[in-house]
Every structure is written in structure tokens, then in C-alpha cells.
């Protein structure tokens, strides 16, 4: 089974502070995404990774930036988090469209709030 | 700019209703398409997926899903909805010149006995 792990389900976190968010995956997929769920708003992209060291931004990157120094590791930074990024954060990985099953597995998400 | 719109935001049927949500999309070129479901408190899964070939699709647990082209439409179908099918569920999109993926807004769908 793939799995994309997460390694917080629940973060409290103080205004200001910088925020690291860490997910990993275990079936070698080229690509891995951050999404935040908000009610309403379904998934909305954060950033994309196609390749190691390389980054493409999504819909709403600001205020966030990212790193992958590794394949199967993409983590999500707040650089200082504000109360409008209290919200669940996913994490999901996919092989490139030119292949098969290339569909997107996602983690279990993690619930940050921001006090 | 790229988007999916899912109509239906909030959906309550009672169990063996008949069920249809909508999902459109703003991509004039070739695409992928997806359905993903969350279960209350568990991770998004796949439900169903299109990316050639016969435009009706059927996916896990009963459900099916129709692309239609002219329409730009991915339409999620279940003759008869059970109380488990309680959840949310996500269309998405995925333009073949890029591995981004794109959600819709989603539709929570509630299923009474």
C-alpha cells in the first residue's frame, strides 16, 4: 500500500512563529503537493513539486514556502504563521501524468490552529 | 485561470435515493479526471478515475461516473445511496501539459436511514 505520512495530525502554534510542516512518502512518486482544506473552499494547492529541488506554485502560496532535498520528503514552512492559516493541511503524492495509476494518494492531513 | 465547480454543496438524501453530483471544469484541452471521497475523519481516497476510453466509468462501491466532453462535465452517479456513503466528495482535474491536480470546492453528501 502507498502511504503518505504526516508527522503531526493536530499543531497548536503562536502567531509569529515559524511553522514546519513534514510529510513523507514510500512509492518513489516523482511528485508531491500541499493543499489546504477549508469548509467551503474544498482543496486549494499551496505548491507542487515535480523533482527534487524543483517547486511550482499553486493558487495560494503566500505566506508559505517549501522544501524537498529528497525524494520521498516535502515539507510545507510557514514562515510566520498568522491566524487566517489556522486550517488542515494535506499532503499527497503522485507519479507523473505520462505513466499509469498516476492518481494522487494523500495523507492523513494535519490540523493546525494558530493562536 | 484553471478551475472545477461542483454545484451541489450540500446533499441530504435518505438511503436507496438516487444520487447525481456535478462537476464541471474550465480546461479546454485534454484531461484527466477524478473523484475522490472522504469519510468523516479518515484521508481522501479514490473513488473513481477517467483518462481515456469508454466515457463511463465505475468506480468502488457502486459508484459511476460519466465524462462527457461537449459539456466539459464528470458527473458522479449511485443508483441507490447507502447511510455509508455519508461523506464528502471531491471532483478533480488534471490537464495532461501538467501533474498539477485541481479540486473542486466539494459536496458533502449525508445519507439518513
Known amino acids: 500500500d502507498v502511504k503518505v505520512t504526516q508527522s503531526s495530525r493536530y499543531l497548536v502554534k503562536r502567531t509569529g512563529e515559524k511553522v514546519f510542516l513534514e510529510c513523507v512518502q514510500d512509492m518513489d512518486h516523482e511528485n508531491m503537493f500541499w493543499y489546504r482544506q477549508d469548509p467551503g473552499l474544498g482543496l486549494r494547492l499551496i505548491y507542487f513539486?515535480?523533482?527534487?529541488?524543483?517547486?511550482e506554485k499553486g493558487d495560494i502560496p503566500e505566506g508559505y514556502s517549501v522544501s524537498r532535498e529528497k525524494k520521498e520528503r516535502f515539507s510545507l514552512i510557514l514562515e510566520s504563521a498568522s491566524t487566517n492559516q489556522t486550517s488542515m493541511y494535506l499532503c499527497?503524492?503522485?507519479?507523473?501524468?505520462?505513466?499509469?495509476?498516476?492518481?494522487?494518494?494523500f495523507g492523513q492531513g494535519t490540523r493546525l490552529t494558530v493562536v | 485561470a484553471q478551475s472545477v465547480s461542483q454545484h451541489n454543496h450540500h446533499v441530504i438524501l435518505s438511503e436507496a435515493a438516487s444520487l447525481e453530483l456535478g462537476c464541471n471544469y474550465s480546461y479546454g484541452g485534454t484531461v484527466n479526471l477524478f473523484w475522490y471521497v472522504q469519510y468523516p475523519g479518515q484521508h481522501l481516497q479514490l473513488l473513481l478515475k477517467y483518462f481515456s476510453g469508454d466515457p463511463l466509468v465505475k468506480g468502488i462501491k457502486g459508484f459511476e461516473a460519466e465524462f462527457i466532453k461537449s459539456k466539459f462535465s464528470f458527473n458522479l452517479r449511485k443508483p441507490s445511496v447507502q447511510w455509508s456513503d455519508t461523506a464528502e466528495y471531491f471532483c478533480?482535474?488534471?490537464?495532461?501539459?501538467?501533474?498539477?491536480?485541481?479540486f473542486g470546492t466539494g459536496t458533502r453528501l449525508q445519507v439518513f436511514p
Open positions: 478533480a482535474v488534471r490537464p495532461h501539459n501538467t501533474d498539477k491536480l485541481i
Open positions: 513539486s515535480y523533482d527534487v529541488k524543483m517547486k
Open positions: 499527497a503524492s503522485s507519479s507523473p501524468s505520462t505513466g499509469l495509476n498516476t492518481e494522487a494518494f
